[in-house]
């Protein structure tokens, strides 16, 4: 039954409400992607038909949560290019950024897309300026100056601090310090709200020296004196950064000046530069100031002081730190006494480490495990390790669990104390706890057994690695750079890396171990065995490590041409040697006399390696200074090189001949080295050495212009057809 004053339903106002874009058409299309100029209409088709799963009326009881046809249909996403700042700027704003995305550089079609619009107002130039991603700054600062010359224009403040923000993260701050003086320009008073807003940029891109810069020059050109949150923001930075002087000279500066109260912030960060410092009589006379100006410190500002000087190594002064804590009636909390007690057990301090412990404890503070790893990792460090494994028992009893480190740290102190036995049982205690052995667990222990000759114990433990399934190869491998390392068991490491060898345990990595070790203590016999073993198996193939190590081998043992051989296999490979390899090689080629082939080293390892010898590039020093003919100017180089503490070696002498005979004659050779002999540089003997030496070369050099020449008229056959004859 109807209500009689109710309109009939056929003339009742039937109400339509759109979501999200409507819909295109022709003459009216959608603004895509957020730019006015991208603009995409539709044409006009035949709608598609309702199917009649969609035309069916829905029913609850029918209702399948997983049935893709009755899924809610998702909204219509934007392109991912299109950001939410984009979204949320105005038509008229979309526009101007259109206009100058559009072209890359200011200019009349740039001006003539801006003049479409009647007026720009201030409101839309800071907008602008402000979007997400910003024009960049060629373009910014002339649409900034052209909106300014409209008539009766004044610009707001929200567009000058858009500009400057701008400019600032375009990585040009100079040009963002100017905000001032373009403030001042268009008549507005400068105020602390730009100081503010540069020093927060400048501070944020780490540039701490341009904000005192910029505060400084507030004060005394444009008479702002600032805030005492700006100067506390400058502190922090300068602070960070490691420029404590100038820290100190700002406080002064604000105390100095009386307008700038300090707050107890301010007292904060200066007491943690000069921890970081380790200037503890400033640090006590700033404490004492701080007490007397403004308040007691509390605990927190000690903490983070204590926590500041212990990173950086200063106990000596924390400890006069605590002291104070303790004369100003502040009780430490656990966090104070945790760093306490790690700095001082790592200084070696383990006594006074163990006395904070009990004071800690007696107090009732929560002692986390960080702080029982502390002081074990002291008790060991100190040869006690009896004390480290009570403290472990303490730490189990306050129902913490080891980690592995702390298992990992008493093995090592138990197998340094010869007591490898009690080292085992740790390692069982380990695998009862579920821990994953790491190869320092296991390291010491079997440097132990191979010591004492104890093959049987070694290779059973070898076997529960195999059990456990860890990759027992790479713990072998760090063993036995943890065996050979120590003093006279170079010669035992290769004795057992044939009895693993036998058990199938070998790599490239071990042989590396042993060949870089051997030729340490110059059993290069040895190591060249190992290598011919290395080319002859079909596993354990030589690498870029491997060469590295044998190039230096084979210059000592004088078969420079083996050597070479190896550089060339790693060519080929696309190795990198290293520099001890390069170095090595260069040599043994200057000491042969192949000057050319060392040259050519040098240049190769400098356009490789990162960081170079110096020795290299003096050497192309000398050889560019051998260009103007000047023995006066390489006598130059090489009297830097002596400043400098670099040795005059045969390839600093290999340079002066091929830059000399390459530039200039072997003239300006002699007459460098006659020089040095004067000055003591190089020996008479020396001196006749490399005056043959640059003889030779010039043979070298002749012999090779005379074949090239042959080569190039065709005349090569005769020469050997003569040569036969003779």
Same mark, same amino acid.
């Given at each position: 039954?109807?209500?009689?004053?109710?309109?009939?339903?056929?003339?009742?106002?039937?109400?339509?409400?759109?979501?999200?874009?409507?819909?295109?058409?022709?003459?009216?299309?959608?603004?895509?992607?957020?730019?006015?100029?991208?603009?995409?209409?539709?044409?006009?088709?035949?709608?598609?038909?309702?199917?009649?799963?969609?035309?069916?009326?829905?029913?609850?009881?029918?209702?399948?949560?997983?049935?893709?046809?009755?899924?809610?249909?998702?909204?219509?996403?934007?392109?991912?290019?299109?950001?939410?700042?984009?979204?949320?700027?105005?038509?008229?704003?979309?526009?101007?950024?259109?206009?100058?995305?559009?072209?890359?550089?200011?200019?009349?079609?740039?001006?003539?897309?801006?003049?479409?619009?009647?007026?720009?107002?201030?409101?839309?130039?800071?907008?602008?300026?402000?979007?997400?991603?910003?024009?960049?700054?060629?373009?910014?600062?002339?649409?900034?100056?052209?909106?300014?010359?409209?008539?009766?224009?004044?610009?707001?403040?929200?567009?000058?601090?858009?500009?400057?923000?701008?400019?600032?993260?375009?990585?040009?701050?100079?040009?963002?310090?100017?905000?001032?003086?373009?403030?001042?320009?268009?008549?507005?008073?400068?105020?602390?709200?730009? @100081?503010?807003?540069?020093?927060?940029?400048?501070?944020?891109?780490?540039?701490?020296?341009?904000? @005192?810069?910029?505060?400084?020059?507030?004060?005394?050109?444009?008479?702002?004196?600032?805030?005492?949150?700006?100067?506390?923001?400058?502190?922090?930075?300068?602070?960070?950064?490691?420029?404590?002087?100038?820290?100190?000279?700002?406080?002064?500066?604000?105390?100095?000046?009386?307008?700038?109260?300090?707050?107890?912030?301010?007292?904060?960060?200066?007491?943690?530069?000069?921890?970081?410092?380790?200037?503890?009589?400033?640090?006590?006379?700033?404490?004492?100031?701080?007490? +007397?100006?403004?308040?007691?410190?509390?605990?927190?500002?000690?903490?983070?002081?204590?926590?500041?000087?212990?990173?950086?190594?200063?106990?000596?002064?924390?400890?006069?730190?605590?002291?104070?804590?303790?004369?100003?009636?502040?009780?430490?909390?656990?966090?104070?006494?945790?760093?306490?007690?790690?700095?001082?057990?790592?200084?070696?301090?383990? +006594?006074?480490?163990?006395?904070?412990?009990?004071?800690?404890?007696?107090?009732?503070?929560?002692?986390?495990?960080?702080?029982?790893?502390?002081?074990?990792?002291?008790?060991?460090?100190?040869?006690?390790?009896?004390?480290?494994?009570?403290?472990?028992?303490?730490?189990?009893?306050?129902?913490?669990?080891?980690? @592995?480190?702390?298992?990992?740290?008493?093995?090592?102190?138990?197998?340094?104390?010869?007591?490898?036995?009690?080292?085992?049982?740790?390692?069982?205690?380990?695998?009862?706890?579920?821990?994953?052995?790491?190869?320092?667990?296991?390291?010491?222990?079997?440097?132990?057994?191979?010591?004492?000759?104890?093959?049987?114990?070694?290779?059973?433990?070898?076997?529960?690695?195999?059990?456990?399934?860890?990759?027992?190869?790479?713990?072998?491998?760090?063993?036995?750079?943890?065996?050979?390392?120590?003093?006279?068991?170079?010669?035992?490491?290769?004795?057992?890396?044939?009895?693993?060898?036998?058990?199938?345990?070998?790599?490239?990595?071990?042989?590396?171990?042993?060949?870089?070790?051997? @030729?340490?203590?110059?059993?290069?016999?040895?190591?060249?065995?190992?290598?011919?073993?290395?080319?002859?198996? +079909?596993?354990?193939?030589?690498?870029?490590?491997?060469?590295?190590?044998?190039?230096?081998?084979?210059?000592?043992?004088?078969?420079?041409?083996?050597?070479?051989?190896?550089?060339?296999?790693?060519?080929?490979?696309?190795?990198?040697?290293?520099?001890?390899?390069?170095?090595?090689?260069?040599?043994?080629?200057?000491?042969?006399?192949?000057?050319?082939?060392?040259?050519?080293?040098?240049?190769?390892?400098?356009?490789?390696?990162?960081?170079?010898?110096?020795?290299?590039?003096?050497?192309?020093?000398?050889?560019?200074?051998?260009?103007?003919?000047?023995?006066?100017?390489?006598?130059?180089?090489?009297?830097?090189?002596?400043?400098?503490?670099?040795?005059?070696?045969?390839?600093?002498?290999?340079?002066?001949?091929?830059?000399?005979?390459?530039?200039?004659?072997?003239?300006?050779?002699?007459?460098?080295?006659?020089?040095?002999?004067?000055?003591?540089?190089?020996?008479?003997?020396?001196?006749?050495?490399?005056?043959?030496?640059?003889?030779?070369?010039?043979?070298?050099?002749?012999?090779?212009?005379?074949?090239?020449?042959?080569?190039?008229?065709?005349?090569?056959?005769?020469?050997?057809?003569?040569?036969?004859?003779?």
């Amino acid at each position: 039954m109807t209500s009689p004053s109710s309109p009939p339903a056929d003339h009742r106002r039937r109400h339509t409400i759109y979501h999200g874009h409507r819909r295109a058409s022709p003459h009216r299309p959608t603004v895509r992607g957020g730019l006015i100029t991208h603009l995409r209409a539709t044409s006009p088709g035949p709608r598609p038909s309702p199917s009649p799963s969609s035309a069916a009326p829905f029913r609850l009881p029918d209702w399948d949560p997983s049935s893709p046809s009755h899924s809610p249909r998702s909204p219509p996403t934007l392109p991912h290019s299109i950001s939410a700042s984009s979204r949320r700027l105005s038509p008229l704003a979309r526009f101007l950024l259109d206009a100058l995305r559009r072209h890359h550089r200011w200019g009349p079609p740039v001006v003539a897309d801006l003049s479409k619009l009647r007026r720009v107002p201030p409101t839309l130039v800071a907008e602008v300026l402000s979007a997400h991603p910003p024009p960049p700054p060629p373009l910014a600062l002339p649409f900034f100056h052209w909106a300014g010359r409209q008539k009766g224009f004044r610009h707001c403040f929200p567009a000058f601090h858009a500009l400057a923000s701008l400019l600032s993260d375009a990585g040009l701050p100079g040009a963002a310090d100017q905000l001032p003086d373009l403030i001042r320009a268009h008549g507005k008073p400068v105020s602390h709200s730009q @100081l503010t807003l540069l020093v927060r940029l400048h501070t944020a891109a780490r540039r701490p020296l341009r904000a @005192l810069y910029t505060l400084r020059r507030f004060r005394h050109e444009f008479s702002v004196q600032p805030q005492v949150h700006a100067c506390n923001r400058v502190l922090g930075a300068l602070a960070a950064a490691g420029h404590v002087e100038d820290a100190l000279k700002l406080f002064d500066e604000m105390s100095d000046g009386g307008a700038v109260k300090p707050m107890p912030v301010t007292f904060a960060i200066i007491v943690r530069a000069l921890g970081q410092a380790g200037m503890t009589d400033r640090i006590l006379e700033m404490i004492t100031r701080m007490r +007397d100006e403004v308040c007691r410190p509390d605990v927190f500002v000690y903490t983070a002081l204590v926590k500041t000087m212990v990173r950086r190594g200063h106990m000596e002064g924390c400890i006069r730190v605590w002291e104070e804590m303790g004369k100003d009636g502040v009780e430490p909390d656990a966090m104070a006494y945790a760093t306490m007690v790690g700095g001082l057990c790592d200084a070696g301090m383990v +006594d006074e480490a163990a006395n904070l412990f009990e004071e800690m404890s007696k107090k009732g503070l929560l002692v986390d495990r960080a702080v029982y790893a502390s002081l074990i990792d002291g008790y060991v460090a100190a040869g006690r390790v009896g004390d480290g494994c009570r403290v472990l028992k303490g730490m189990v009893d306050a129902g913490y669990r080891a980690d @592995l480190g702390t298992y990992n740290t008493l093995i090592d102190g138990l197998c340094d104390i010869g007591r490898e036995d009690k080292a085992y049982k740790m390692f069982q205690i380990v695998l009862q706890e579920d821990l994953a052995p790491s190869s320092q667990t296991v390291s010491q222990l079997l440097v132990c057994y191979a010591d004492k000759g104890e093959m049987a114990i070694f290779f059973g433990l070898v076997d529960k690695l195999v059990e456990l399934g860890l990759p027992v190869v790479e713990f072998l491998a760090d063993f036995l750079r943890l065996f050979a390392c120590k003093d006279g068991r170079e010669l035992k490491a290769v004795e057992v890396f044939k009895t693993l060898r036998q058990k199938g345990y070998c790599s490239v990595s071990i042989y590396n171990i042993l060949i870089e070790n051997l @030729l340490k203590i110059n059993e290069r016999k040895i190591a060249l065995v190992l290598f011919e073993e290395m080319k002859l198996s +079909d596993d354990c193939k030589p690498e870029s490590c491997t060469y590295s190590h044998m190039i230096p081998c084979f210059v000592d043992e004088g078969t420079i041409q083996e050597a070479c051989s190896c550089y060339n296999s790693m060519m080929k490979a696309e190795w990198t040697p290293s520099i001890s390899a390069y170095w090595s090689l260069v040599n043994g080629l200057c000491k042969v006399g192949e000057i050319n082939a060392a040259v050519s080293l040098v240049t190769d390892c400098l356009g490789t390696v990162e960081n170079g010898p110096m020795e290299f590039k003096y050497t192309l020093t000398i050889i560019e200074a051998c260009r103007s003919k000047s023995p006066e100017k390489v006598m130059k180089v090489v009297d830097e090189m002596i400043e400098l503490g670099y040795s005059i070696e045969e390839l600093t002498f290999s340079a002066i001949i091929y830059g000399f005979c390459k530039h200039a004659t072997s003239t300006g050779a002699r007459q460098v080295f006659s020089v040095m002999r004067d000055r003591d540089i190089i020996s008479e003997a020396n001196f006749i050495v490399y005056e043959d030496m640059l003889n030779e070369h010039l043979k070298k050099v002749t012999a090779d212009l005379v074949i090239s020449g042959l080569k190039f008229f065709n005349l090569e056959s005769k020469l050997k057809w003569r040569s036969r004859i003779d």
